[in-house]
């Protein structure tokens, strides 16, 4: 159990069950990864989870483009109409 908490705190907080349980089985311990939750569960050691990403977009930021074709995309010769996205 001392084991468990040295490599949590030796890593800042950042290892969850997987990677102490990797982290143990690299120093040469034969133990089940079930078994390491429940220890780690039972000794509040739970690992930091990465921040949401911000997410800048609120409504519209650009003038939207005026719609001159209406969706009209029928010609009668070639280059008569040409379409495209507007920045």
Do not use: C
């Amino acid at each position: 159990m001392t084991k468990i908490q040295k490599i949590f705190d030796y890593n800042k907080g950042r290892y969850g069950v997987r990677r102490v349980h990797k982290e143990l089985v690299n120093r040469g311990y034969i133990v089940n990864h079930k078994r390491i939750q429940r220890l780690m569960h039972a000794m509040e050691l739970f690992s930091k989870r990465p921040k949401e990403k911000y997410h800048f977009y609120k409504g519209e930021v650009r003038k939207i483009a005026d719609n001159i074709i209406n969706r009209d995309f029928h010609i009668t010769a070639p280059l008569q109409k040409w379409k495209t996205d507007v920045l």
